[in-house]
């Protein structure tokens, strides 16, 4: 395969975020076809720093793979197909529950921006809780009822915190998802960190505003930094 | 050896709670022998990282090899056959000593299901403090009275934490074992790092029903995933 | 090239201050040239993990490339060729921003020295505010005349934090650049766990002045050590 | 050199304890000669993950070495020449500045038992200031004066620590002193971690007494596991 195919392009974004601590042995990363916006690529469930090439499955909008397989296959794979028919606007998305944010996702606090990077988070990260809606589950979202009613609650923004679940982010481009993913989760490390000893001094929206697009160089940079540190990259 | 042995797996699964931080120098896990049900399977004295296949032993519900050895063995194997004994649906258990678990067992906190992958914990975790029946000692469980009053405080429930010892999980099956073991801990440290900023939500015992119980698959992933994580997977 | 050219010592630089957690993604470590006081090495824009010999540009006080180049630079060089014009004692230059020292750039905290190594600190550590002069900015430092008031925070000292941004930290040296870099991160991360547990004990002026000046040989051994310490050392 | 020399177990011991978090670029762990107990065995001054048996040398109680050198060597190394004399019954010495005791040397925190394995502590640890005796100096114990002052304070127990500076722990044997300075490491940790969340249990005086002492086969077993650890085992 092409080293630009979105099968491989999928692949080293699992296998990057895997290795910077945001999935682990469950989460997912996405991207929607380039050529086809009714299509979208993700891998047959596996683990994602395990996820190869010959993994990654071509998806319609409904979230039923377009080669019928006997594979086993994430069963919240709803969460991507629902999204990217809501939001034409994204082509990439990651769902996990990293150690980083899940305090957001536990305890009453609210995820902002404290540094420059940490901008690519936005402004507003809204919270959605599947207890609202739907009563007692067991928080996985399965169901199309269950992702649209969190893809409402995500809205026009970059990322959703699910309360008692994780997170899901969602980028304009595969770079620009990995790029907010990791540097959401570190915004994330820090605030808590931070907070620990007082009150903090925070990005006002503004600031956001100016700092919160980033060039596709920086973007590039930091791609080509996490892609030297897998195993086999 | 085949690669389904108790043997392979024994050793295999000491080597990956190890490597994912549930065991250290210290801790043990054993399997019960899949056609004996007084029989079980545990390595000779040895820190797990380094448990072999060669390193097994096969043991009889008095906690004895079954062929004889003048090799060390576990001090606190005890703990294995007594509860093999006394809980016939049991057919993997691991002892250990994690740093995520140990606040529960210093200071006066409640192990509570704050995920879905944590729900393997189950709804109830009893606490047991060798001193109530047993009085001062130096806090190693060796003797069949310390390892019943153990399993009893345990009863049907899926662990138990030990005053500041450890804490004991079992499994009906090796992989829904590490499954757990490895959760609990990962859910543990959550609620820590969560708690720190406030009041944290948590699972209701009936959220805790609808997903306790993990699809053959979902056990199997998370194995595959953390065996390839092993240096000489 | 030589093992000892400029360009050796500031990719080696690069790669250790990446290597102990200084540096991520993001952050550059330059140093003056050794003859002629109006040049400075720094690499192109690159993670610092990855700087190579080949990567390293001389650059002049104005913050330009000595030789024209069509790869792209960091926007935020202007912070070392404004303090090499600002700082003739200085020779070499890190921005960062660590994990370790981010709290003090968020929450009302002083960075204290606690430990003889934290000593080459200094006595005192400014904080500098780009929204006290600049008012809303994206809080990358990338003008003369952003970077001229971060110098005059700085002043005669020997690091200036950077609030809701990082560190600038300055040496006579490279290698006492590396020791301060890598040791202020370690003070300010004991500090902090030392805090989270009650009112702590620190070093009086005094001791800092008996304490902040470190033999070559005492530099020396702790770089062999964290070049060592390098995948391909 | 035989795999039981003193050059090789010291130079072991130095690059396990640097392996398992206890020392970093600085911190040395001697030990006494087993056939004249007039003399130990210490680096020359070297980062510990460093130390081969070449750099192992034999020093006598003034703390010279006994050939003389040009080498550098720790400028600290009267801690083990006073303590070999004032201690005769302890034959190996390390002096740490780990980042999970430093807490008690900063804040005003009693180093507590919490587990069996961190029974190796004992039942007290003093805690030495140099400011008392010396006034303001740089931290450095470079001075028979002040080690011997140190050695006063340790008395005859296991441990003492240092206020803004670090720990020197003492042991019969170098197992039995790796064991103490790695789980006495691992008990502060888990001790500063609960406490975090509340009041916490530790263990009784009588119950120290009964968990203290380890037999030969538990100290062995962790050695050989530490050992097997290291890049070159």
Request: net charge negative.
């Amino acid at each position: 395969m092409s080293p630009d195919s979105p099968q491989t392009l999928v692949s080293l974004a699992n296998r990057m975020l895997a290795r910077e601590g945001v999935l682990d042995a469950f989460g997912h990363v996405s991207m929607r076809h380039p050529a086809d916006p009714t299509r979208f690529f993700l891998s047959r469930s596996l683990a994602p720093e395990l996820v190869s090439e010959a993994d990654v499955l071509e998806y319609d909008l409904s979230g039923e793979p377009v080669v019928a397989t006997k594979q086993a296959l994430y069963s919240e794979r709803v969460i991507h197909s629902v999204l990217y028919r809501m939001r034409p606007d994204v082509n990439a998305i990651c769902h996990h529950h990293a150690a980083s944010t899940m305090p957001f996702c536990l305890a009453d606090l609210k995820l902002r921006v404290v540094t420059q990077l940490g901008a690519s988070i936005g402004k507003t990260v809204p919270l959605w809780d599947q207890r609202d809606e739907f009563g007692a589950t067991n928080h996985l979202v399965t169901r199309d009822a269950e992702a649209i009613s969190l893809a409402k609650c995500l809205g026009a923004n970059n990322m959703v915190l699910m309360k008692r679940h994780g997170v899901t982010v969602v980028g304009a481009t595969l770079r620009e998802l990995a790029f907010r993913s990791i540097y959401s989760c570190r915004d994330a490390e820090l605030q808590l960190r931070a907070m620990s000893h007082g009150d903090i001094s925070v990005f006002t929206d503004e600031e956001i505003a100016l700092a919160e697009k980033f060039p596709e160089a920086t973007l590039a940079r930091a791609w080509d930094y996490w892609r030297s540190r897998l195993p086999n990259a």
